[in-house]
């Protein structure tokens, strides 16, 4: 009993240090102060962002992070991190909203369509109840989502931006 223990010690003790480097990564935090959750962007994530310059956005994928230099490093060029200024990310939560609106306004209309043409009742008609219904909420689905596209996050004294390494050292 006391040598397979030692087998089932050793065999943890050799796979853990096999596969803990794999689980290790390099990642911007986004971190914002009074929040203990930070926002991970891994690397290979399309950002877009706007230097201190502030001439525009810019958009491009995040190819390495240089933790000792604190340098993102992009397809064409390496950017040292404090002169990123701000983020800019889609707001996934105004597609899917506008979509269920468009969505609810249309049926709503077919079915009242298809109950004036199938109801055997004179009383119960099309109104233009049901079209103002059909129309405000297909309007508010369309323009929902280009009102709130995108969260913009400038850096600053509530928010900051970091090269995080969880990597073991190299030494």
Known sequence: MNTILRYILLSLV?????????????????????????????IGAVITYQLRDGQGWYT???????????????PKI???LKNIVALRYDQNWAKGIGNSLRLFG???????LVGTLTDKNPTTNYEW??????GS???TGFLLPRIFKYRTVEFGKRK????MDTRPSER
Do not use: C
């Open 14 to 42: 050799l796979t853990t240090g096999i596969f803990a480097p794999a689980f290790s990564q390099k990642f911007l935090a986004l971190e914002r102060y009074g929040k203990a959750k930070n926002i991970h962007i891994p």
């Open 60 to 74: 491009s994928e995040i190819v390495d992070l240089n933790f000792k230099d604190s340098l993102v490093i992009f």
């Open 78 to 80: 390496a950017m040292p």
């Open 106 to 112: 249309l049926s709503w209309s077919a079915i009242a």
């Open 129 to 134: 109840g049901d079209a103002i219904l059909t």
């Open 137 to 139: 909420t297909y309007a």
């Open 160 to 163: 900051r931006l970091r090269i």
